[in-house]
Nanobody, 121 residues
Framework: QVELVESGGGLVQPGGSLRLSCEVS????????IGWFRQAPGKEREGVAC????????YYADSVKARFTISRNNRKNTVSLQMNSLKPDDTAVYYC??????????????WGQGTQVTVSS
């Protein structure tokens, strides 16, 4: 079965950076897509970024454009989310999920358990 494990979350001050990783097993990253999502307490889960299979095109939510970068390493079966210039509003549990192709989160097939990101002074 497809499995996803997120890592890299933690506590960071506003303006700082974190790099999240999503390790995916039994899934072809070069053919299908991986998306990053986040959910803050009391808020709905929202899409953050997505990277497609072939070609590896990227998509970002307006709230994170120019600050976050999604990338993949097919050899390591890993998708990363580099987060720069972090803001308190970025505080959330971050999840990665698989797609046939990038799109709405209702189309995601498999989900990881999430990693906590806290941006606070």
């Amino acid at each position: 079965q497809v499995e996803l494990v997120e890592s890299g979350g933690g506590l960071v001050q506003p303006g700082g950076s974190l790099r999240l990783s999503c390790e995916v097993s039994r899934f072809a990253l070069d053919y299908y897509a991986i998306g990053w999502f986040r959910q803050a307490p009391g808020k709905e889960r929202e899409g953050v970024a997505c990277i497609s299979g072939s070609p590896a095109k990227t998509y970002y939510a307006d709230s994170v454009k120019a600050r976050f970068t999604i990338s993949r390493n097919n050899r390591k079966n890993t998708v990363s989310l580099q987060m720069n210039s972090l803001k308190p509003d970025d505080t959330a549990v971050y999840y990665c999920a698989t797609y046939v192709a990038c799109g709405p989160q209702v189309d995601a097939n498999y989900w990881g358990q999430g990693t906590q990101v806290t941006v606070s002074s």
